[in-house]
């Protein structure tokens, strides 16, 4: 049984309730649902479907109120207090999503020990941070996975299970009515990395604030159309599209998006195989930052460099 530590779980952009958290906890430790309405918990996220071989034992938060508070309801067993403390006696680090950038400062305690770690999504806001972090833990031997769980989720499975089907893929286009794109970019461009891999060598974007539209050009030759508007734009949900000279394929649902996340987590625990290179989430946080360029700019195209 992998031993977790888990931190940045507690809040969401300073308000209690992570949803992430509240999820990735209730799947490796079940939870009291009666406990969480007696201590009036907001606990969206969480639910009943589980994942095997891993439990959360420890949980580190600045907020040393709301720890506890979860402590009790996913029957973690040590509240800590300090991220250095969270990181001895365990097995893998988890830094959930907590709105905020710098959560990925919890993760060199975890590193430096040469421990797996998993950090939500965005591993940074800008990518040299990201690479610092990368290299750290190629410098301690160290697992090290962060991504969306669009990467991951039932809808991704499903598109890339009918790839072979469509001939030689030339384009990949997503609608998304969504968040705001400091939180939420990510997503459409990890599901794209997930069907087609790495490799963008520039981004332009053409839309506004409120409205990001996005081209990925990649060095195969693929183009990449991504359009994300926020929901007080146009309606939430998705549409993903794929296709190819023999064929189109589309899904606009996700399904299940953290469940196969997590079991990739515990599975790069167990055998210590990046699921995904140190190269590409560098690149995905590259992307991100370029598409944001780009628009600041007025549209003109960023080399990735």
Not at 27 to 33: E, I, L, R, V, Y
Not at 67 to 95: H, K, N, S
Not at 123 to 145: H, K, R, S, T, Y
Not at 274 to 282: L, T
Request: one cysteine or more; charged letters at 25%; hydrophobic letters at 40%.
């Amino acid at each position: 049984m992998i031993k977790i530590g888990i931190t940045a779980a507690v809040s969401f952009e300073g308000k209690r309730g992570c949803h992430h958290g509240n999820a990735f906890s209730s799947m490796f430790n079940g939870w009291d649902k009666q406990k969480a309405e007696e201590l009036g918990w907001p606990t969206g996220g969480a639910g009943d479907i589980r994942v095997e071989g891993a439990r959360v034992v420890k949980i580190y938060d600045e907020d040393r109120e709301g720890a506890e508070i979860m402590a009790q309801i996913y029957g973690i067993d040590e509240v800590c207090d300090t991220p250095e403390e969270l990181a001895e006696g365990v097995d893998a680090g988890l830094i959930a999503d907590s709105g905020e950038f710098d959560k990925v400062k919890y993760a060199p305690p975890f590193l430096e020990r040469g421990l797996p770690v998993f950090v939500d999504k965005p591993l940074a806001e800008f990518a040299d941070d990201a690479q610092g972090i990368v290299d750290l833990a190629a410098e301690n031997d160290a697992p090290l996975m962060s991504c969306s769980g669009y990467r991951w989720a039932d809808g991704a499975e499903e598109m890339r299970a009918h790839l072979g089907e469509l001939g030689e893929i030339e384009l990949l286009q997503g609608l998304c009515g969504q968040g705001k794109y400091h939180v939420y970019a990510i997503h459409p461009i990890e599901f794209a990395y997930g069907i087609l891999g790495a490799g963008t060598t520039s981004v332009v974007n053409v839309g506004a604030e409120d409205r990001d539209i996005v081209r990925l050009h990649r060095a195969d030759g693929k183009q990449v159309l991504l359009t994300m508007y926020w929901r007080e734009v146009i309606r939430g949900g998705l549409h993903f599209t794929v296709c190819g000279s023999e064929g189109w394929y589309a899904i606009d649902q996700m399904g299940a998006v953290y469940e196969r996340m997590m079991k990739e987590f515990v599975k790069m625990c167990e055998t210590r195989e990046m699921p995904i290179s140190g190269e590409e989430m560098v690149e995905v946080i590259r992307v991100v930052e370029a598409a944001r360029t780009s628009r600041e700019q007025g549209g003109v195209e960023v080399t990735l460099d």
